[in-house]
């Protein structure tokens, strides 16, 4: 019998620099928040337009390390602050555009409109700087602030946003509703990481200051940031770590939920390592092992171990294909040859002159999916989950294993809407990874995740 669920659930699993980084966040948003309040939004019209139809080229991971390691000198720093600048509003725009061309029906409904408006006060906070550089590092540190809002601000997009359609279901179809999802969650992934990029950046290298003697630049901050970090990459990413950790994690809510956990196994290459971004890495390897876990005991297998296989592929030259047109001798991995030149921009490639990728196989005696199912586990749906069930999930009455399905690390309320597997899949093919499926009906379920690192790091 399953035993009865607390409220206060496991920590989620997380490396200290992400968690350090998110409490900073969270207290210079609330300065951030009272400097803004009261002050009304001066977004026209024709000025998001605008914005949102400026050109963008295809942005790579190596763009986000080309400032090098921290800490930054103040040049670098306000280089960094600068290139966040030249990217953010456009992609805000595009946001808000793409939001006021659905129907007027479903904008209007409070949970949509809130993050309408939650992204017309982002644009509006980077408006005054887009004007101008960012010169002093005064500045800087003002635009921290209004980084470290827009971060905050938008942490609970994807719950919100599903609540949204989830009552607006009547009004637009399922297709129509993954469709939007699908791209508008792909492009929140690039401008949170954009963001929290730099504002990695600015903490680890802190103390600065704008004297630029001799003094002062041998003066070497003080930080407690891993030096394998560069802003929220790191560049010796083990993935048989973060499977370690993962495990701990649903293994403590199965035991909640079931009274029993089962074990995991890893074979391959578990010393593996290459550079990526933690945080994706450990929702996408959450959302697989809660699945497996949670198979696995339903079916009565939970003493069969979920064997998990790292394989390493060696690093070979890269010659991926540009995404469209000119990319400035730019090369990134086409992600969706169906989207229109804007969305594709949305995304973030790689560009190196070796990558790495990693393919990890988690294997499971669940049973497999039924045929039946098996085509629309990448789709969001959206009638698993009860207008009740919205209601109980405000008081956390509901089921532990669903509750862990979040984004960016944080805990989100998105049970039973089926955003797992397609989330995983975004950050996954965002840096031209991959994620795929095969069941063998009646036995279980083979997954297979591939990452794409960025190479060697110097």
């Not at 905050?152 to 297709?175: D, M, W």
């Not at 495990?247 to 010393?271: A, M, N, Q, W």
């Not at 999930?393 to 509750?403: G, K, P």
């Amino acid at each position: 019998m399953a035993t009865s669920i607390p409220r206060a659930l496991p920590s989620r699993p997380g490396c200290r620099f992400p968690l350090t980084l998110r409490r900073c966040i969270a207290r210079r948003s609330s300065t951030q928040s009272e400097n803004w309040a009261g002050r009304p939004f001066d977004v026209a019209k024709d000025n998001v337009a605008q914005l949102a139809a400026s050109p963008r080229r295809p942005l790579t991971l190596a763009d986000l390390l080309k400032h090098g390691r921290p800490p930054l000198d103040k040049e670098a720093l306000l280089a960094s602050a600068n290139f966040t600048l030249s990217l953010l509003p456009a992609r805000l725009a595009s946001r808000i555009q793409a939001l006021r061309n659905l129907p007027f029906i479903v904008v209007s409904n409070p949970h949509v409109s809130k993050i309408y408006h939650n992204y017309l006060h982002s644009l509006s906070t980077l408006i005054p700087y887009q004007q101008r550089r960012i010169t002093t590092l005064e500045e800087e540190n003002q635009f921290g602030d209004v980084l470290a809002d827009l971060v905050q601000t938008h942490t609970n997009t994807i719950p919100v946003l599903a609540r949204g359609f989830l009552e607006c279901r009547k009004y637009v179809s399922p297709a129509d509703v993954t469709s939007f999802l699908d791209t508008h969650l792909r492009a929140r992934i690039g401008t949170r990481l954009i963001a929290e990029q730099h504002l990695a950046l600015h903490y680890a290298s802190q103390p600065i200051k704008d004297d630029t003697s001799a003094e002062s630049s041998a003066q070497a901050p003080k930080s407690s940031i891993p030096p394998n970090y560069i802003g929220v990459i790191d560049t010796a990413l083990q993935p048989a770590r973060i499977i370690r950790q993962c495990e701990d994690f649903v293994g403590e809510i199965c035991e909640l939920k079931y009274g029993v956990r089962p074990s995991l196994k890893i074979g391959g290459e578990p010393d593996a390592s290459f550079a990526h971004i933690p945080v994706h890495i450990e929702y996408i390897i959450t959302e697989l092992l809660k699945n497996a876990f949670r198979a696995s005991i339903e079916n009565g297998n939970e003493r069969e171990p979920i064997e998990v296989t790292i394989a390493a592929a060696p690093d070979v030259p890269g010659d991926q294909p540009p995404i469209s047109g000119d990319n400035d001798n730019d090369t990134a991995i086409e992600l969706d040859s169906e989207g229109d030149r804007a969305n594709r921009n949305e995304y973030i490639g790689y560009s190196a002159p070796s990558s790495q990728s990693i393919t990890i196989r988690i294997r499971d005696r669940g049973g497999g999916i039924p045929p039946e199912v098996l085509p629309h586990i990448w789709s969001y749906s959206f009638t698993t989950f009860s207008d009740m069930d919205v209601q109980n999930s405000e008081n956390r009455n509901m089921d532990a294993l669903n509750t862990i399905s979040a984004s960016g690390g944080h805990l989100s309320s998105i049970a039973g809407l089926g955003y797992g597997l397609p989330l995983s899949r975004a950050y996954a093919e965002y840096f031209g990874g991959s994620i795929a499926v095969q069941s063998l009906w009646g036995w279980g379920t083979d997954v297979y995740l591939t990452l794409q690192g960025v190479g060697r790091i110097d």
